[in-house]
T-cell receptor, first 118, second 114 residues
């Protein structure tokens, strides 16, 4: 079956431009996560969606970052007025139940979007 | 101060060796401890540990959680070159209002040489 997909796989943009990153979770998965991995850094949690509930935005690095999840499925991560420090690999993951439930422990990752801000 | 601390930061072993990777975490609003293997861009989920003292095992990999001492270990026996990767530990914690957060350590870079 299809896994988590992300698009684009690579994005090069100029400083100050807005970018949109897309994530298609595995069909039927209610939980969706966005992470960021900068060069030489660990994996940083950004935001978590559970079904149609309001997301936990506490991990977003600044108010230039926002995310939506339409119809409990596809999610877009938007970065406004990009800065060079936004350059990173952005990873999306989904799971059939929230990790917090304890009843499932498999979180599936997409291939990531490599964002380069010039 | 880092909330999740992994050690060692890097490790080089020969094929066939057994390795133990360490992860310590904070107790505040702790829910679970997760291990991942990252070879390229996307990490692969390995284990989620919620209960203390119960070993989880998958092939040559095993992991256990000690909630009293606030740490977890990941063991890999009979290492192979394919085990070379960065191993990430993450703490799932409750951040209030029905929300949860995953905090990652910096990882342990394991290199297995033939």
């Amino acid at each position: 079956g299809a896994g988590v997909s992300q698009s684009p796989s690579n994005k090069v943009t100029e400083k100050g431009k807005d970018v949109e990153l897309r994530c298609d979770p595995i069909s039927g998965h209610t939980a969706l996560y966005w992470y960021r991995q900068s060069l030489g850094q660990g994996l940083e949690f950004l935001i978590y969606f559970q079904g149609n509930s309001a997301p936990d935005k506490s991990g977003l690095p600044s108010d230039r970052f926002s995310a939506e999840r339409t119809g409990g499925s596809v999610s877009t991560l938007t970065i406004q007025r990009t800065q060079q420090e936004d350059s990173a690999v952005y990873l999306c993951a989904s799971s059939s139940l929230p990790v917090s439930a304890g009843s499932t422990d498999t979180q599936y990752f997409g291939p990531g979007t490599r964002l380069t801000v010039l | 101060e880092d909330k999740v601390v992994q050690s060692p930061l890097s490790l080089v072993v020969h094929e066939g060796d057994t390795v133990t990777l360490n992860c310590s975490y904070e107790v505040t609003n702790f829910r679970s401890l997760l291990w991942y293997k990252q070879e390229k861009k996307a990490p692969t989920f390995l284990f989620m540990l919620t209960s203390s003292g119960i070993e989880k095992k998958s092939g040559r990999l095993s992991s256990i959680l000690d909630k009293k001492e606030l740490f977890s270990i990941l063991n890999i026996t009979a290492t192979q070159t394919g085990d070379s990767a960065v191993y990430l530990c993450a703490e799932l914690s409750y951040s209030g209002a029905g929300s949860y957060q995953l905090t990652f350590g910096k990882g342990t870079k394991l290199s297995v040489i033939p």
